[in-house]
């Protein structure tokens, strides 16, 4: 069952002119319930002007600092974000769901894993928790990051980054590459493209030694160097990643819209969640499983109804569904019958959805 803890905010503070840190001060009665590990995220609600807004934001803080600390960049006329910039103070309390979500590897000690990580902008929150986490965990881990940011001024944890690189010296190399700024290295002014990825590959990456790849950042930077690194030999099932969603391609547009003319009124729907079960018949006024079971009175995870957080991941284990958009399951997940049910429309005539699995 969706459940929010009330949590109180110990420390705010702005990390950049347009992005602010939140410290919450989770009690020690709910510290067995708040782990988490590195890449995962807290789904954050708040009553802003009558309204209930939720987002997911990325634990930047890492499993061993028994803290949980988030970053919220302001976007333009984001409701939440302003908010939280503007409004939020240290004192206040939070509504906030337990940790979850799949980004990221489990920690291996007694392996020498050499890991890379892509991020642009406040991209750089979830793969920060897992640089350090394997950094301090794995001790023969090595990481490389490749970090696009507009400005010098604008790259979020740049001074936290730096202390980590003399930390663990020699095992934390940091490429930083700015849009807004030009610099005398050409190799490191403006976004990733073939001739910087040929260069990087060439001298920095060693493709056959690389164990892991972590990239997050706008769809657009995640897709093409996910692309290069699998035509430059990397197998596809060492790139992870995380999206920023710009825009919906052609192909999603397309599947939308065909999936909009899908007829599901009077579908049999039950959803298990808590270890008990709720049932309903979709009617017209809604066209995905979490809406519908919402509008039916169910109370179900969910945060951006955008199909890229995965808080309202659930198991079809009966029936068939088909998804609009997918931005944050992998293939293997989809493999195993897990959908998002914001993007989820019925194509039979009873569906059953596992949100405990």
């Given amino acids: 069952m969706a459940k ?24 020690t009665e709910l510290s067995k319930d708040f782990a ?10 708040a009553d802003i002007n009558g309204e209930d807004i939720r987002r997911s934001y990325s634990l930047c803080s890492s499993p061993l600092d028994n803290e949980w600390r988030v970053a919220v960049k302001l976007i333009p006329e ?11 103070k240290t004192g206040d309390l939070m509504e906030v769901m337990v940790p979850s979500g799949t980004f990221g590897v489990d920690i291996q000690p007694e392996k020498s894993k050499n890991y890379l990580f892509f991020a642009a902008g406040s991209g750089i929150t979830p793969v920060l928790s897992m ?17 696009v940011n507009r400005t010098a001024k604008s790259i979020i944890f740049k001074e936290e980054l730096e202390q980590l ?3 663990y010296f020699g095992r934390l190399e940091i490429y930083y590459f700015l849009t807004k700024e030009r610099r005398d290295i050409e190799l490191f002014n403006g976004r990733f493209d073939d001739e910087k990825m040929e260069v990087l590959t060439k001298t920095f990456i060693d493709i056959p ?43 999603d547009k397309a ?36 809406d519908a079971a919402l509008g039916a009175g169910a109370d179900l995870p969910f945060a951006c109804k955008g199909g890229v957080c995965s808080t309202c991941k659930c198991q079809v284990v009966e029936g068939s569904v088909e998804m609009k958009i997918n931005y944050a399951l992998e293939d293997k997940e989809v493999a195993q019958n897990f959908v998002l049910s914001c993007q989820s429309v019925p194509t039979s005539e009873k569906v059953k959805v596992d949100f405990d699995v």
């Fill in 165 to 167: 690189r003399n930390t």
């Fill in 255 to 290: 599947r939308a819209e065909r999936l909009a003319q899908q007829n599901v009124e009077g579908v049999e729907v039950t959803i298990v969640d808590g270890g008990k079960e709720f049932q309903f018949t979709m009617t017209k006024d809604y066209d995905n499983i979490l």
């Fill in 78 to 88: 984001g409701k939440f974000s302003s908010f939280v910039n503007s409004t939020l």
């Fill in 209 to 251: 030694d690389t164990s892991e790849v972590f990239l997050c950042g706008p769809e657009d930077m995640v897709n093409y160097v996910s692309s290069y690194l699998v035509q430059a030999g990397l197998p596809k099932e060492l790139i992870h990643f995380e999206l920023f969603v710009t825009g919906l391609s052609e192909e």
């Fill in 131 to 147: 640089i350090k986490a394997h950094l301090a965990s794995e001790p023969n881990a090595t990481c490389k990051l490749f970090y």
């Fill in 36 to 45: 988490f590990r590195q890449g995962q995220h807290l789904t954050l609600k």
């Fill in 4 to 27: 929010f803890h009330t949590i109180k905010i110990k420390d705010i503070y702005k990390e950049t002119d347009d992005c602010s840190v939140i410290t919450f001060d989770v009690p």
